[in-house]
């Protein structure tokens, strides 16, 4: 049974930074792109970013370009988001994802598995 499990979502003054850590059971997922993705209220869910299987390559939405930062560690299953310079509108449910490509991934359709989401929120 795949399981994906985020954590580290919590609330922060705007300016301020969050790590927020995506563990992966259930699967070997060092062979797959992951992604981040959120959804605030009354909004769809979009893309944040995302990282290829092998981390070298990575993709980020233009909103959050030069402020966040994604990772990943195969070895321990673990994928991560670096957001430094949080702003009150990136306040949302984020969601961790993994893609059925090798490749860094934007669009909802070409994720499989989501995770249950983490509470992210920014104060003005």
């Known amino acids: 049974q795949v399981q994906l499990v985020e954590s580290g979502g919590g609330l922060v003054q705007a300016g301020g930074s969050l790590r927020l850590s995506c563990a992966a059971s259930?699967?070997?997922?060092?062979?797959?792109?992951m992604g981040w993705f959120r959804q605030a209220p009354g909004k769809e869910r979009e893309f944040v970013a995302a990282?290829?299987?092998?981390?070298?390559?990575?993709k980020y939405a233009d909103s959050v370009k030069g402020r966040f930062t994604i990772s990943r560690d195969n070895a321990k299953n673990t994928m991560y988001l670096q957001m430094n310079s949080l702003k009150p509108e990136d306040t949302a449910v984020y969601y961790c994802?993994?893609?059925?490509?090798?490749?860094?991934?934007?669009?909802?359709?070409?994720?499989?598995?989501w995770g249950q989401g983490t509470q992210v929120t920014v104060s003005s």
């Open positions: 259930g699967r070997t997922f060092s062979s797959y792109a």
């Open positions: 994802a993994v893609s059925r490509t090798i490749l860094a991934v934007t669009a909802t359709r070409q994720y499989d598995y």
């Open positions: 990282i290829s299987w092998s981390g070298h390559s990575t």
